[in-house]
């Protein structure tokens, strides 16, 4: 069982930048995808950006141009750098892992808020 550890939210003014990480407890499959979801109150969770162990990598369009997605296959770890923060980008964010190895699994954090001020 993959356990996922998240940290960096927190909360920032409008137009500031936060970095998320996630480290996931053991060495993925080769074939994976990692990524950040985010949830908004009363809502479904919704991506917000992914990167497969191609390093093929997909962005909401709503944070194209402002969040950078990455990661570090030797940590299991995978980053979201968040630049020009906006109220409209406050919710409790989620890391994720989509993991092959005989079967799919899906993996999901704890979750941590981002609060962006205006």
């Known amino acids: 069982q993959v356990q996922l550890v998240e940290s960096g939210g927190g909360l920032v003014q409008a137009g500031g930048s936060l970095r998320l990480s996630c480290a996931a407890s053991?060495?993925?499959?080769?074939?994976?995808?990692m990524g950040w979801y985010r949830q908004y109150p009363g809502k479904q969770r919704e991506l917000v950006a992914a990167?497969?162990?191609?390093?093929?990598?997909e962005y909401a369009d709503s944070v194209k141009g402002r969040f950078t997605i990455s990661r570090d296959t030797a940590k299991n770890t995978v980053y979201l750098q968040m630049n020009s923060l906006k109220p409209e980008d406050t919710a409790v964010y989620y890391c994720?892992?989509?993991?092959?190895?005989?079967?799919?699994?899906?993996?999901w954090g704890q979750g941590t808020q981002v609060t962006v001020s205006s």
């Open positions: 990167i497969s162990s191609r390093e093929d990598i």
């Open positions: 994720n892992v989509l993991n092959y190895d005989h079967s799919l699994r899906k993996y």
């Open positions: 053991e060495r993925l499959s080769n074939i994976n995808v």
